[in-house]
């Protein structure tokens, strides 16, 4: 019996993205051993991930049903990595009405004009609800670190404040999972050509990908950095390879039905006396 | 070839809600002429279903690529009509991140201290989007009204305020669709019973339900008032036979792809240049 998934991909203090194997699959049989196509194995993991999301929908039920806790869940990774289609996955079968995703653009004037927590705290989700983060908080330590727009002592002062940020969210009831989606650059080139290749895909390119993807040693070190100084029990890393599409969603739903599996989560004892009500 | 669903269940201002047939299932063959049981009739309505939001799914990809119109549709319907399950149906398929999803409950304190639209001015569409309102402003002239805490000159002003408000959303860009789910009070039964009964679903029940089903002829009475003061070209309203789920689902999968499709969507046109690019 392998271990959780929650141990096997969480992130710990010597996490080195660049010896991280971001194609790996530890899913799927060793390599030879499945003897299936690979469209095959492709289709049986999207079915599998189907299922389970069924079950992680049925816990979302609950969660909703009990209004105590909150779940947040933060998805950060570079460009192409997969954060929407991870997010569209998931909602093909949860209930809208308790889960929002919310996506993180560069922040607008007035967002610029607050401290960097100030719009993120104003969209965490209440109780019952699940929340999704397309890019969060922690973009502003990875883009304005990159770019030299702060300095070392105020990336340290920042990373503290998350640190502190998602104590006090942890400590009122927010449970909190933070995934990195991992790929390697040589899968975000392909990613990024068949975009522009495609005449429906194209108007998703944005040529300032091109110019960040030129600071890709520079961004996984802030990355690294990111992650190492944030990750504790109450607020875990993950890193999820993800070259593999259809293996990084199973990947996904497989950890995070683990942790919402751990909450014992259950509906409200029904009233007997209400059971029995006649409605005229 | 039957005249398309946006005339025919289209709304008028002859509007008698006493008189519409909430059972009624247009897109089904008459009785006795299907011979495939309840059970495969209804399996042929979600697959149905399914295909279609496929395609809306198409079409709202290509409205997020333009970002120029906005869409909002306004579900309204008594309780358990169906609102919820609606919602899910759509989202199942579409893109997350281009449809949100907004529930307006009784109002708090701050939004009860400003005027009725306020709450929802903050949450229409943005240029790309579709917004789906479960339950809206229209809620302001139906529970008040019936609970008698505005007059009726009060509730002229409120209805002539939605008038102004969604002429200005429709001549800034925005596509309304408000749709009434109408669900018979037998109907409506049935299900409060069947939620008292089941273990997991009773803490969707609430007492005010019983309340509010006392005054079904005064609800149904306010619904056609709002409906006729509210239809217009830019505006229109469409009354959903909602008694079936499936065909429910199906009705307005349907509704949706016509009313999309009349939107002549398209991708933007992809530039040849940036096609041959080489990313390196």
């Known amino acids: 019996m392998p271990a959780p998934l929650r141990e096997r991909l969480r992130a710990g203090p010597q996490l080195r993205l660049r010896d991280d194997d971001a194609a790996r699959t530890p899913l799927r049989a060793r390599d030879g051993r499945d003897k299936r196509s690979r469209h095959d194995i492709k289709q049986a993991e999207r ?12 816990l979302q039920e609950m969660l909703f049903a009990q209004r105590r806790r909150k779940v947040l869940i933060v998805l950060q990774g570079m460009d192409t990595s997969g954060k929407d289609g991870l997010v569209r996955s998931l909602y093909s ?9 919310v996506q993180f653009k560069a922040p607008n004037d007035v967002e610029a004009a607050h401290d960097f927590l ?14 999704v983060f397309n890019r969060s908080h922690y973009e502003d330590v990875l883009v304005p670190r990159v770019q030299h727009q702060i300095d070392e002592p ?14 006090m969210l942890a400590e009122t009831g927010t449970v909190i999972v933070k995934l990195f989606l991992h790929i390697s650059s040589d899968e975000q080139r392909k990613r990024l050509q068949a975009r522009l290749a495609d005449p429906e895909k194209q108007w998703k390119f944005d040529e300032n990908d091109i110019v960040q993807r030129k ?7 802030a990355y690294e950095e990111a992650i190492v100084a ?16 259809t293996h990084r969603n199973l990947l996904v739903s497989t950890l995070l039905l683990e ?22």
């Not at 079968?93 to 995703?101: I, K």
């Not at 105020?154 to 104590?167: S, Y």
Request: proline share 6%; with cysteine; charged share 30%.
């Open 93 to 101: 079968r949860l209930n809208p009405m308790g889960v929002r995703a």
């Open 259 to 280: 942790i919402l599996g751990a909450l014992e989560l259950a509906y409200p004892a029904p009233d007997q006396e209400l059971a029995r009500l006649t409605i005229s």
């Open 47 to 58: 079915d599998a991930t189907a299922g389970l999301t069924e079950q992680i929908a049925r």
């Open 215 to 221: 600071r890709w040693d520079e961004y996984r070190q």
């Open 154 to 167: 105020e990336c340290r002062r920042r990373l503290a404040h998350i640190r502190d940020f998602e104590r």
């Open 230 to 245: 944030t990750d504790a029990e109450h607020a875990p890393w993950y890193i999820i390879p993800a070259d593999a599409k």
């Open 118 to 131: 100030w719009r993120v705290h104003q969209q965490v989700p209440v109780a019952g609800e699940i929340a």
